[in-house]
C-alpha cells in the first residue's frame, strides 16, 4: 500500500509555471507505475500525463502536450508534473495516483487502473 500527497499548487498567471510534486509513502514506490489528473469545477476528472515504473516512459492528455512534462526521483519516493505556460483552462484539482506493476515501461492514461489516489491540490490560472 502507498500513501500519496500532493503539494506544490497554487494562483497563478496565463503563462506561468507551476512544478507539482507527490510524495509517497509506505514501500517499494519504484513498483509502481504513476499518474496525474486534474477536475475542473463541474466537470470529470481529465488524465493529465503518466509516467512508467522506469521512468522510460510517459505519455501525456492533448491539451497538455507539448506544456507539461512528468518525471519521477524513485530515490525520493517522488513524482513531478512540471507544468508551463499555464492557461486558464488548466485551472483544477490535480490528484496523483499509482498502481503497482511488474512491467516497468508501461503506462496507464484510465482513471481506473489507478489503485491508490491523494487528496488533490488546487492550481488556478488567472487570465
Known amino acids: 500500500q502507498v500513501q500519496l500527497v500532493e503539494s506544490g499548487g497554487g494562483l497563478v498567471q496565463a503563462g506561468d509555471s507551476l512544478r507539482l510534486s507527490c510524495a509517497a509513502s509506505?514501500?517499494?514506490?519504484?513498483?509502481?507505475?504513476m499518474g496525474w489528473f486534474r477536475q475542473a469545477p463541474g466537470k470529470e476528472r481529465e488524465f493529465v500525463a503518466a509516467i512508467s515504473v522506469s521512468g522510460s516512459s510517459s505519455d501525456y492528455g492533448g491539451s497538455v502536450k507539448g506544456r507539461f512534462t512528468i518525471s519521477r526521483a524513485n530515490a525520493k519516493n517522488t513524482v513531478y508534473l512540471q507544468m508551463n505556460s499555464l492557461e486558464p483552462e488548466d485551472t483544477g484539482v490535480y490528484y496523483c495516483?499509482?498502481?503497482?506493476?511488474?512491467?516497468?515501461?508501461?503506462?496507464?492514461?484510465?482513471?481506473?487502473?489507478?489503485?491508490?489516489w491523494g487528496q488533490g491540490t488546487q492550481v488556478t490560472v488567472s487570465s
Open positions: 509506505g514501500r517499494a514506490f519504484s513498483t509502481y507505475a
Open positions: 495516483a499509482a498502481v503497482r506493476t511488474p512491467t516497468r515501461s508501461r503506462t496507464y492514461s484510465s482513471s481506473g487502473s489507478y489503485d491508490y
